[in-house]
């Protein structure tokens, strides 16, 4: 008999994993929180166990970053081939970035002047608060005093040494030294190019490799990410800080299905019920690793595969927006500043509202793709309108859980500027491959990986 085709099952597809990894994480965590409360046990499982096995996925993914930006966006470049071109597109993903940043901003501060969270926290509290992440909010006070945001920050990302900041994980140094490469390679007769060219596609050929084990153990990694975090949480916190959580995530949610359904639809003309489930991977990773840059490699995959983002664009466009456009971060920022204010008894004028969002904007280009990456620049937003810097020791208790959320919509901001762009440019996403192949053709761009 058949027995081989009669008792095979089809095995499940990776997304459907990851997701049982993250539902399983968080029910498990969350159990032994809730059960178990803080006993020395959970605490030795999670140091010993999930947060090690969360760590070697976060830094398989991780570890690709540099290689795969520096490859993708020099080819990128000089895939695009003549400098008009990358100069429109150059300036179109910049104008996109910073307006739909402010447009997160704005809907942020909107809600936390309607809902008004920061009038209903008791003074009780917020000293209790104010105590107990005391420590914590001394080392990122002190990381914020290290941070130089201004024209000195504009000069640093023309990097001394390319090499430097690799190693130091300047992604905004990598990526200047990446686009000069590329351009610097249209420059050369094409003979000369090609065989550096056909490297750096062999090297973003076998990046995709190691993202593809990596993500053999996602389903692992995040359910062990996601264990860590839950078992650890102090859910007491989400009952005192309850509205202001609910404020930014209801923003985010407000950007994320509202804003950027409408985007996809009109920029770049996609179905935005498909586009969301085109890239679930995508948001999942971004979910349960708190990173922008972690989950990159992830990012240029699915909108290649799934989108049908041309590699030129996709190579350009998201590892620029990995640390430019954070669309989340930025109207976290807004929230927790106004909030804050309000904690204080701040009163902040509209004008000073409207330095809050430039300087949320800003920021949010500045931010680092890490987990907790904003908060030395958020507290430099807060100094710039007068609320104390010391008051972020109120909300980091839930930023953990906020950072997940506001991280999702990061990433899912850059997928949206990709597929804008490469609409814009005349390709057509998701259709038939044949399509997207002939289309791309057409347009001279090339399939590398
Ligand atoms: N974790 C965020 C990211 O990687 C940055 C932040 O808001 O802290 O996109």
New binding site residues.
């Given amino acids: 008999m058949s027995e081989g085709i009669v008792g095979r099952r089809r095995p499940l597809p990776l997304h459907t994993k990851i997701f049982l990894g993250l539902v399983g994480g968080a029910v498990s965590g969350i159990s032994v929180n809730v059960f178990l409360g803080r006993r020395p046990e959970v605490e030795w499982i999670v140091r010993t166990v999930t947060e090690p096995i969360g760590q070697i996925f976060l830094r398989m993914l991780i570890m690709v970053v540099v290689p795969l930006v520096f490859a993708s966006l020099a080819l990128g470049v000089a895939g695009l081939g003549d400098l008009r071109k990358l100069g429109r597109i150059g300036v179109k993903t910049l104008l996109y970035f910073v307006l739909v940043t402010a447009l997160a901003v704005t809907i942020g501060l909107i809600l936390v002047n309607v809902i008004r969270p920061g009038e209903g926290l008791s003074e009780q509290v917020k000293v209790q608060l104010l105590e107990t992440y005391r420590g914590q909010t001394a080392e990122t006070l002190e990381q914020a005093g290290r941070t130089r945001f201004g024209i000195q920050t504009f000069v640093n990302i023309v990097p001394r040494n390319p090499i430097a900041a690799a190693v130091q994980g300047d992604m905004l140094g990598i990526i200047f030294f990446a686009l000069m490469f590329g351009v610097a390679l249209t420059f050369l007769p094409a003979s000369r190019a090609q065989p550096v060219m056909a490297v750096l596609s062999g090297i973003g050929e076998a990046m995709v490799v190691l993202i593809d084990l990596a993500m053999k153990l996602a389903p692992i990694g995040v359910a062990a990410l996601i264990f860590s975090v839950t078992a650890r949480f102090g859910f007491d916190l989400l009952a005192k800080l309850g509205v202001y959580v609910f404020t930014v995530i209801l923003g985010l949610a407000i950007h994320q299905f509202g804003a950027y359904s409408i985007l996809v639809r009109v920029f770049a003309r996609l179905n935005p019920w498909q586009f969301f489930s085109a890239i679930r991977t995508v948001m999942v990773t ?1 979910f349960s ?7 990159l490699p992830t990012t240029i995959r699915v909108s290649q595969e799934n989108l049908g983002i041309p590699g030129e664009i996709a190579g350009f466009v998201l590892p620029l927006g ?1 640390t430019m456009n ?1 669309n ?2 930025a109207l ?2 807004g929230v927790t500043v106004l909030f804050l204010a309000q904690v204080f008894g701040v009163e902040l004028s509209f004008s000073a509202q409207l330095i809050v969002i430039v300087m949320s904007v800003l920021t ?1 280009i500045g ?9 030395p620049l ?1 507290i430099l937003v807060l100094q710039t309108v007068g609320v104390p810097g010391e008051g972020i020791a109120i909300i980091l208790g839930v ?1 953990r859980l ?3 959320c ?2 999702t919509l ?2 899912t901001g850059d997928v949206t500027a990709a597929a804008f762009i490469a609409r814009s440019e005349g390709y057509a996403l998701m259709p038939r491959p044949s399509v997207v192949e002939m289309e791309r053709t057409e347009a001279g761009g090339e399939r590398r990986w």
């Fill in positions: 971004a690793t708190s990173s922008s840059n972690a989950t990995a954070m989340g971060t976290f920022e949010a931010a680092a793709g890490v987990p907790g990456g904003s908060l958020l930023d906020l950072d997940m506001r991280t990061n990433v």
